[in-house]
């Protein structure tokens, strides 16, 4: 599976922004989709998952109630919708994509979890 994912830039604080990510070359119709973020000097922090089989989906504590992931099958495209955006928000952004059957709830949000990995895309959220 190659991942391709693009919407990062710099942003005020309290701003938005939608990052799109889309998957291409795999050979199963059931896929987790994931975002995750590397701040400096941070480990990758899972932020939201979707299942695209369903539409099931799961937030980071971080994130909750201010980013929205949501996916568009038929363009094998998934979305991260962020508002409120703060300062240390600021970080690579990835996204993943791993089969579903290997994925487990208490797995979901880790990195070493994810096989497919796109490229990276930098999100600067300015105070």
Known sequence: VQLQACGGGLVQAGGSLRL???ASGGTSS????AWFRQAPG???EGLACIRTSDG???YGD???ERFTISSENDKNTVYLEMNSLKPEDTGIYYCAAEEEIRVTP????LFSTFTYWGQGTLITVSS
């Open 42 to 44: 941070k480990e990758r």
């Open 30 to 33: 059931r896929y987790l989709m």
């Open 56 to 58: 099931a989906t799961w």
């Open 106 to 109: 208490a797995t979901m949000m």
């Open 20 to 22: 799109s990510c889309t």
């Open 62 to 64: 971080s994130v909750k």
